[in-house]
């Protein structure tokens, strides 16, 4: 119960408050305690909750689970629900990431339309050298022609910045996609495509060469200093991180001759630019056995969770020779409430979630590793803060 | 953005480049009228519940406060506006109280960075 319902407001918290500051309860049918209370005199005058950096320090702990190049689980425990969800709303819409956002269109005679096409391109998810792609600059696009009001805006603006509205070597890259199909031919190809077909053979890729267009058919066509840092010797080059991405399907006589330029944006403006293909976090399952579950029902109560998690050993006391439910790993838990719906052990088992443990799992797209992602994540949160402490210094003193 | 290059300093700046190209002249923060020392209401633009849950969490935290909270008057205006209140028998003024929470956040994300790197380096030490 609140502080204001205690007897004595200086007592120390009791057991229960203890776990209502730490755990979300999860009921059959709801959840309960789910608010944050670790607010300066909620507790009462003895509890001391205003921010202690050194506190947070030694309460935070970071521990990883995998650390794959592009997938990273790890739990962040001793932080803020507010902070965590900070952390992964700018993970998702804020990092800055370089994606296809122009494409002029030369000569596209396929089946799919230039629309429909410079959408795909700008969905696919590219990569290259890493310094190369933090060096580069941010680009503004001018608002398209025949938005008349955001064009007079603009130009209205133009004189201060219009460096950065001009594409150059250090805020576009150029890609070219130059594919034509046509029939196999003997001569360059070995095979007689025409011949083949009327034999029956319904292959595309027998028939014709270059029926398919797939990622790998962009050319990457550095300008000026993006030689010294996509260089392709190194590997550093831009290209997209799946090459097999099939992009559009050709028949004899149909091309596609386009130029792609590449800009950094972030995933609020478009998805295209999200770093991650998706960052999520959940909180640490508790499963609590409050009396002792036993024998048949140990095993049943062990299937209703996922394998793992509950472990049967011999009961401490030595009762008898049951075998009694332990909670093994809550980690793998999904808390799917399965426990609550048997009236055996319903009343015997207590579900909740750790309020500050986060296991958060960041799947990047293939632009950026995970960790440095997280990690250009918090410092982005710093930035803003930082910003917005400047902001708060000049109307200070422009008052 | 970790340019190993750069000084934060510079790092910051490109960040703000690329902020500025989307305020397009408009202020980024404004007190609301009817502000006294100790209650006020900023607005700051192109700031969304990223910035304003967390920023209240840590205004929050300071016992000096009364109030805090934060809001988003209409969802397809990129306006937030965070209200602070402090006791009225304390020092704090709602402004100082504002200054302490950001820095405050900024510490502790230092914290989070130094931990999260070395947690990460740990645990690749450990898997080589």
Not at chain 1, 72 to 93: H, T
Not at chain 1, 366 to 375: A, D
């Amino acid at each position: 119960m609140p502080a204001h319902e205690q007897s004595n407001p200086w007592a120390p918290l009791t057991p229960s408050q203890l776990e209502q500051r730490k755990i979300v309860s999860v009921n059959p049918e709801t959840v309960s305690h789910t608010a944050a209370t670790d607010i300066p005199g909620h507790w009462g005058p003895a509890q001391d909750d205003s921010w202690n950096l050194s506190r947070f320090r030694d309460s935070l702990k970071v521990d990883f689970h995998h650390n794959k190049p592009h997938d990273a689980a790890f739990s962040l425990v001793g932080v803020d629900a507010s902070i965590a969800n900070a952390f992964r709303r700018i993970l998702l819409a804020e990092i800055p990431t370089l994606a296809i956002e122009d494409v002029f269109v030369f000569d596209n005679t396929s089946i799919i339309q230039d629309e429909v096409l410079a959408h795909r391109l700008g969905l696919i998810p590219l990569t290259g050298g890493q310094e190369g792609l933090k060096w580069l600059k941010w680009f503004r696009k001018p608002p398209p022609k025949d938005d008349f009001a955001a064009q007079a805006a603009w130009e209205a603006e133009e004189g201060e910045d219009s460096a950065a509205s001009v594409p150059s070597d250090y805020n576009t890259i150029v890609l070219t996609l130059n594919v034509t199909c046509r029939w196999a031919t003997k001569a360059e190809d070995g095979r007689d495509g025409k011949a083949l077909a009327k034999d029956g053979e319904s292959d595309p890729n027998v028939r014709y060469v270059n029926s398919n267009v797939y990622a790998k058919d962009l050319v990457f066509e550095p300008q000026g200093q993006q030689e010294k840092y996509f260089n392709e010797e190194e590997g550093n080059q831009i290209r997209p991180v799946n090459p097999d991405i099939l992009i559009a399907k050709l028949r004899p006589g149909q091309r596609i001759h386009v130029r792609c330029h590449c800009i950094k944006g972030i995933g609020a403006d478009h998805a295209k630019f999200s770093p991650v293909a998706t960052a999520s976090y959940r909180l640490l399952p508790q499963i609590n056995i409050t009396q002792p579950i036993l024998g048949a029902d140990a095993k049943k109560f062990a299937r209703c969770f996922p394998k793992g998690v509950i472990g049967l050993e011999p009961s401490p006391d030595n009762d008898s020779d049951e075998l009694q439910a332990v909670v093994k790993d809550p980690m793998k838990d999904t808390v799917s409430r399965e426990c609550l719906r048997h009236a055996e052990f319903k009343d015997k088992v207590k579900l909740g979630r750790v309020r500050d443990h986060f296991i958060f799992s960041v799947e990047s797209t293939g632009q950026f590793g995970s960790s440095e992602l997280m990690l250009d994540s918090v410092r982005l949160l710093r930035a803003k803060a930082e910003r917005f402490n400047r902001h708060l210094t000049e109307l200070e003193e422009g008052r | 953005m970790s340019n190993n290059g750069d000084t934060p300093m510079e790092e910051l700046e490109d960040y703000e480049k690329g902020e500025e190209l989307l305020l397009d002249g408009t202020k980024k923060l404004v007190i609301l009228p009817g502000a006294s020392s100790h209650a006020a209401s900023f607005q700051i633009e192109k700031e969304d519940h990223t910035l304003g849950n967390a920023l209240r969490y840590f205004v929050n935290k300071n016992s000096d406060v009364e109030f805090c909270g934060y809001t988003i008057p209409h969802p397809s205006e990129t306006k937030m506006n965070i209200r602070i209140q402090t006791w009225e028998d304390t020092k704090t003024t709602a402004v100082d109280a504002l200054r302490k929470g950001l820095i405050d956040m900024m510490e502790a994300c230092d914290v989070i960075s130094e931990k999260f790197t070395e947690a990460r380096d740990e645990f690749d030490a450990k898997q080589s």
